[in-house]
T-cell receptor
């Protein structure tokens, strides 16, 4: 069974902390994505990566960075957490675009910044 | 840029009612279109997809047809069940250099017995 695993379901962090959200996929997918999900706004793309060490900004990259040192792992980093980053974070992966396949999602990490 | 617009919810229905959730898109080129579903406490999972004009995606009694002339991909089901209660997201993939998925805001469906 294909799987995208996010390291935590729930996190509570303090303002100003550096926060790491980890995502691992076991499908050898080229593409990986980080979205945040907020009520009334749907899913908004933060960053995506189409290869190891490659990254591109999505629609809302401010306040975030990412790391992809290995194909299976894609980390989202909040350099200095703020209360407006309280949200649900979803990781996804998919095959190379020419294969035209679906994206698979993790179960999400609900982050609260206090 | 590319975008997806879907009807606001919640949509509240009785069991066995007919469901339509509207979705329209704006895109350059020929995107693939998707419906994803999110059950309570879970991540998103693919419900159905269509990759070219006039394609019909179907799964679990749900259907959607890729209409290029109206730039729409409406989700339908003839008879909903309580277990269909979830949030439904319409999405497109711009199929450029990457499979970046662009989502609508989601529509919550509540089905009552």
């Amino acid at each position: 069974d294909v799987k995208v695993t996010q390291s935590s379901r729930y996190l509570v962090k303090r303002t100003g902390e550096k926060v790491f959200l980890e995502c691992v996929q076991d499908m050898d997918h080229e593409n990986m994505f980080w979205y945040r999900q907020d009520p009334g706004l749907g899913l908004r793309l933060i960053y995506f990566s189409y290869d190891v060490k490659m990254k591109e900004k999505g629609d809302i990259p401010e306040g975030y960075s990412v790391s992809r040192e290995k194909k299976e792992r894609f980390s989202l980093i909040l350099e200095s957490a703020s209360t407006n980053q309280t949200s649900m974070y979803l990781c996804a992966s998919s095959r190379d675009s020419r294969m035209n396949t679906e994206a698979f999602f993790g179960q999400g990490t609900r982050l609260t910044v206090v | 840029g590319n975008s997806v617009t879907q009807m606001e919810g919640p949509v509240t229905l009785s069991e066995e009612a007919f469901l339509t959730i509207n979705c329209t898109y704006t895109a350059t080129g020929y995107p693939s279109l998707f419906w994803y579903v999110q059950y309570p406490g879970e991540g998103l999972q693919l419900l159905l997809k269509a990759t070219k004009a006039d394609d019909k995606g179907s799964n679990k009694g749900f259907e959607a047809t890729y209409r290029k002339e109206t730039t729409s991909f409406h989700l339908e089901k003839g008879s909903v069940q309580v277990s269909d209660s979830a949030v439904y997201f319409c999405a497109l993939s711009d199929r450029g250099n990457t499979d970046k998925l662009i989502f609508g805001t989601g529509t919550r469906l509540q089905v009552f017995p």
